[in-house]
């Protein structure tokens, strides 16, 4: 299993993939409220063994205090695994996620999130989530989860994949 987070300034999605990638437990919280799961143990039924986290990179522009913000925050996170889950933690960068996904730096987020789509879901083409009834890949997926998931499936995809 696989614990992936988008991480921000004042709240972070995670996802947890399952041994075949599909989504099992996904969220959009405080991030006080992230590292209270990882301090309470709340992850430990998930059989979590790897963690991937997106890491803020520089590309030459003036970034402001969320930034900051955040790299403080990926910081917590990284010590608050290595006390609960004892898994390394994979830094992964947004440029290798559109790189994996798109084959493209100038991919957006909604390249990202139609990337996603084509590859995983299985009846829902347009927005991968399917309805109540039939539930598809994505169902219940919302805003930042999706770019949880990109972490994940790039993390697998650039670390894992070749060694199954």
Avoid: H
């Amino acid at each position: 299993m696989i614990l992936a987070i988008d991480p921000g300034s004042t709240e972070s999605a995670y996802v947890v993939l399952n041994k075949v990638l599909k989504p099992i437990r996904f969220d959009k919280i405080p991030n006080n409220d992230l590292l209270q799961y990882l301090y309470d143990d709340n992850f430990a039924d998930d059989g979590i063994e790897k963690v991937a986290i997106e890491m803020v990179a520089c590309y030459g522009m003036p970034v402001g205090k969320e930034v900051f913000d955040t790299c403080v925050f990926i910081g917590e996170l990284k010590e608050a695994i290595a006390n609960t889950i004892c898994a390394d933690v994979q830094f992964i960068y947004r440029k290798d996620e559109k790189m994996n996904l798109c084959n493209s730096m100038k991919a957006k987020d909604s390249n990202i999130r139609q990337a996603l789509i084509d590859r995983f879901a299985q009846f829902d083409l347009k927005n991968g989530k399917g309805t109540k009834k039939q539930k598809d890949w994505f169902y219940g997926f919302k805003a930042d989860e999706w770019a949880a998931y990109a972490v994940g499936i790039t993390y697998f995809d650039m670390y894992l994949k070749n060694k199954i």
